[in-house]
């Protein structure tokens, strides 16, 4: 290849011999003028002068050093080019090159072979003969190079193997191999998204230049008897040795990279790896395993990333399910951003989305109505619940609804007997014999008026993709299963999950905490025959997240409220947590009546630059209250963003929604106008029995979650009238 494309379309070699070409490949652009001739020139010349350092490549063919010289002209790119490197832990196997720059770290094998490649069936063939080991060489030594970029904190998504082909047009994808011809090869890396910045691609070269050092031949050191390197260009300058570079260090690397990631949008530091995480996404599990660990530790991060690898690995399809419908769009985007060569390989869907896509593609009928099946129960209730003995506990319908949708249907019981001996996890209230009676036969005459209306609910939507995933003997479309937020799904959802992949290795992996569960009800992973053992139970605790403010703020609000984990694990409220953050602070603005109080968050987010309101959010505890401040704010003229709609995509605009819908999220800012009242409702009938202890509970674990999505700013807003406490504006720093 050639300065590429000098804007004619095709570019052309210093010889006049026609190169390149096609739109995909990310061409430079050189417009006609005295300005354009320039540039042409420019790119001519460093072309010529990587052409002459490419000949110095005395052993290599014409076409490895038409390879060599546009791998060097991204030099001037910010691109960094190691040449023939030894394999770490080997003798005699080398490395051809190793390329660093914006958009990764490139393991490259450069071929010269006299037919075009042929990928067929997850193999590499060429003229008719199998040339699948070099396919096998190239991948190990990339894992060798994901090992090593691991010590920096960087994803092994990242790194990427390519196999290029001397006289030859090839632009294809084995696996996660990408394979490119000697014209291909430029545009195509040129073109790659940037991920890395100038300091990342020095440091990760300078790191790669230690791990991989320079290849010596073993064969011309046995008939001369001196150890002599081969004569290869030296395309970029030698990494100084350990002894002369008194700044490369790789934990200040490492905090250098952690503090590249916060100073971000936070949508680029929600992709940020330590390297516990990085252990974690690249560990092979004989079966089910899950990661737990409180708010904060980075677990959604590790299964995106997870998700990423596992389908660069097998080459397959990973479905990556969560139960919220706003999380699959702002995941997918991520992904996207972090991981592109694999995107489209990663499924991302509520649960619900997807049983009910999964039974339309086997032709099973599904009549999903919520309005009929709500009046379903509203009938059962007028009937046969209201004047029963469950009204002693809870006279309002919601409550027993909760039940049928959580406990009984949630967790598949077909039979009062099984009913009337079920543990029900994380619901408090006692129910005796006749009140148990009572909720069944609220339950079955609930489902004579569903049935009546032929019409199913969400549970019934998931009850019937399971029996259809289990009659259909272990084939599933996907080599992998993750499911983010697990304890927010019913036992009936895990268990058809766990159905697409069996116990099969590196299969199913749960990621959730039992302290962040925002629905009622639980169950245990025993429940659904789901066996984590050993070392595939793991548990992450530095929060990278909150400051210790932060962290004692949101603890505070849930320290009496044990709970227990799915893994039948009996957790108190107040945890341990290992802090790595230490900037954040706790805003309290506590104002004398409602319109004071909106009045000072109006005034707070209109005087946040453009910047710092897209890493903002406002969060509320229901609908109505997102309802109005969402007036509140336009009217001010502050943008909003729901959360609903939120993609992951920055946008200037402060994200309104509510505590369940930023599960999964962090913001740099977090603002929850008038949080208290989640702390005061029904606070003074916990003693009194009935349901309010449960409710209460249910609150607070939403407002926690809510409080642990904030980075650098919890902003706490309270209404307090005069009289009792005057206005003020604290802030815990």
Known sequence: MTPWDAGRGEGACDDGRRVGGGERGGRIGITAGPGGRRQERLLREQWRAARRRAERWEAASEGERRIAAQLLMLTERGWRLLVDRRWPGTRAANVDMLLIGPGGVFVIDVKNWRAAP??????????????????????????????????????????????????????????????????????????ERTRLSAGSVRALAEHLGRVFPEYEDPAAADRTGIRTAQNRPAATPAAPSPADDGLFDLDGLRRAALDEARRAPIEQWMTFLDPDQLALVRRNWAGPARISGPAGTGKTVVALHRAAYLAQRTGGRVLYVTFANNLPRVQATFLATMAPAVADRIEFSSLHHWARTYLQSRDVPVRLHREKAETAFSLAWKHLGRDSCLAEIDPLPRYWKEEIDHVIKGRGITSFDAYAALPRRRRRTSLRHPHRQAVWALYEAYEAQRTERAVHDFNDVLSLALAEAAGRGGHSPYT?????????????????????????????????DGQQAVYPGGFRLSDAGIDIRGDRGQVLRANYRNSKEIVDTALSVVAEDAFEDIDGSRTPGRRDVDLTYHHGEVVRAVLPSPAAHDAALVAVLRGLTPQELADSAVLCPATRAIARYRRLLTRAGVRVCLLESYDGRPVAAVKLGSYRRAKGLEFKRVYLPRYEANLTVGKEAEDDGGTAREQGELMRSQLFVAMTRARDVLWLGSVRPSGTAGESTDREE
């Open 480 to 512: 992998a299963v993750v499911v983010d937020e697990v304890q927010d799904l019913t036992l009936v959802g895990v268990r058809l999950l766990h159905s697409l992949v069996g116990d099969s290795p590196n299969g199913l992996l749960l990621v959730g």
């Open 118 to 191: 042929e990928p067929s069936g997850g193999r590499l063939r060429a003229g008719g003969f199998s040339r699948d080991e070099h396919r096998r060489k190239l991948l190990a030594v990339t894992k060798a190079a994901e090992g090593a970029v691991a010590a920096l904190g960087m994803s092994p998504v990242a790194v990427r193997p390519l196999m290029a082909f001397a006289g030859h047009r090839v632009d294809s994808e084995l696996g996660r191999l990408r394979l490119l011809g000697e014209h291909e090869i430029g545009p195509a890396l040129l073109s």
